[in-house]
């Protein structure tokens, strides 16, 4: 068996690798994070919009509508 010790013909190759990454921008961080983020404010603001139109009823509307996704969630999980 070969063991796992670094080879003296393998020490440029990883030598090479450590010079060539490229520094990550901050940018690069939150470029995956803003679509999530735009699309949870749109969904705030759409039922702050709802309740300002409907009122009360339109507050419970964002429940009724997860207690139907988790019945049929239940319903694909016991189905396996």
């Given at each position: 068996?070969?063991?796992?010790?670094?080879?003296?013909i393998?020490?440029?190759?990883?030598?090479?690798m450590?010079?060539?990454?490229?520094?990550?921008?901050?940018?690069?961080?939150?470029?995956?994070?803003?679509?999530?983020?735009?699309?949870?404010?749109?969904?705030?603001?759409?039922?702050?919009?709802?309740?300002?139109?409907?009122?009360?009823?339109?507050?419970?509307?964002?429940?009724?509508?997860?207690?139907?996704?988790?019945?049929?969630?239940?319903?694909?999980?016991?189905?396996?």
């Amino acid at each position: 068996m070969k063991d796992l010790s670094l080879d003296l013909i393998d020490a440029p190759v990883a030598l090479d690798m450590a010079q060539h990454q490229s520094p990550r921008s901050g940018a690069d961080d939150w470029a995956g994070a803003t679509k999530p983020l735009l699309a949870i404010l749109l969904y705030v603001l759409l039922w702050a919009l709802a309740i300002a139109v409907w009122g009360l009823p339109a507050l419970f509307l964002p429940a009724v509508a997860k207690a139907f996704a988790m019945v049929v969630v239940l319903v694909l999980i016991t189905r396996g």
